[in-house]
């Protein structure tokens, strides 16, 4: 003979509440991304291979200097196109363009305007950020949780209370997600714009640092729980 399966919603005896519990948080970022794409073109491929290979590890060289300011240090996509006529009958190759894509991760937050003005002084590169975010385990993710579980008990006590009853035992708690609004792939939480200067002649002037303002970040928490209760006074 089996036995039957009790039903989700209890009995008159026993029962049960379901709720979820929120937490919301704003905590200060604890790392920043800076997007680098690294250009070069002409009219030869190898003079374009060249230029980029020599500004590639002028951006690498300057980046290193930092140490462990820079936490990681990634290459994404290298690229050579060449860049075709409009008209004419036959297609011809009038140029040649390749890019080279590096992240850069810091924690140090007081020398990230200036690595990203210094970064924007080189020719042909762009740079894009800083993109804000919490590390994957971040102690905010942890809190988050912590709160959202405290708040379903707290309700289902609520909901309990209201009828006369009391909680009795947890049966079921179940995560729906805990996310920072900014993490990687680096979504543009507070993207910045391309910055490049260029000189013309003469000593260079010394390079301005950006202020860059850290922008907190939200991170979210949702729990649904089921709670067994004593009977209801009606």
Request: net charge negative.
């Amino acid at each position: 003979m089996t036995t039957p399966t009790p039903l989700p919603y209890g009995t008159p005896d026993t029962p049960r509440i379901a709720v979820r519990g929120e937490a919301r948080l704003e905590v200060d970022p604890e790392i920043a991304h800076l997007g680098i794409t690294v250009n070069a073109r002409g009219t030869d491929r190898r003079n374009t291979l060249e230029d980029l290979t020599r500004r590639n590890n002028q951006v690498l060289d300057l980046l290193k200097s930092y140490g462990d300011t820079v936490e990681k240090l990634e290459t994404g996509n290298f690229t050579i196109t060449p860049q075709l006529t409009d008209k004419g009958r036959h297609e011809r190759i009038r140029a040649y363009h390749g890019t080279v894509h590096l992240t850069a991760t810091l924690a140090d937050f007081t020398t990230l305007g200036e690595l990203a003005t210094r970064l924007a002084e080189h020719d042909l590169t762009r740079i894009d950020g800083p993109w804000w975010a919490l590390r994957p385990d971040s102690p905010a993710h942890r809190e988050a949780r912590r709160q959202a579980v405290h708040e379903a008990v707290q309700r289902a006590r609520e909901y309990a209370e209201a009828l006369g009853a009391e909680l009795t035992a947890v049966v079921e708690l179940a995560d729906t997600g805990a996310e920072n609004t900014g993490l990687p792939g680096y979504p543009p939480a507070a993207p910045g714009g391309m910055m490049r200067t260029a000189g013309y002649g003469g000593a260079p002037a010394p390079t301005p640092a950006l202020d860059l303002e850290p922008q907190r970040q939200t991170v979210y928490a949702h729990v649904n729980a089921r709670f067994t209760m004593t009977r209801p006074v009606l």
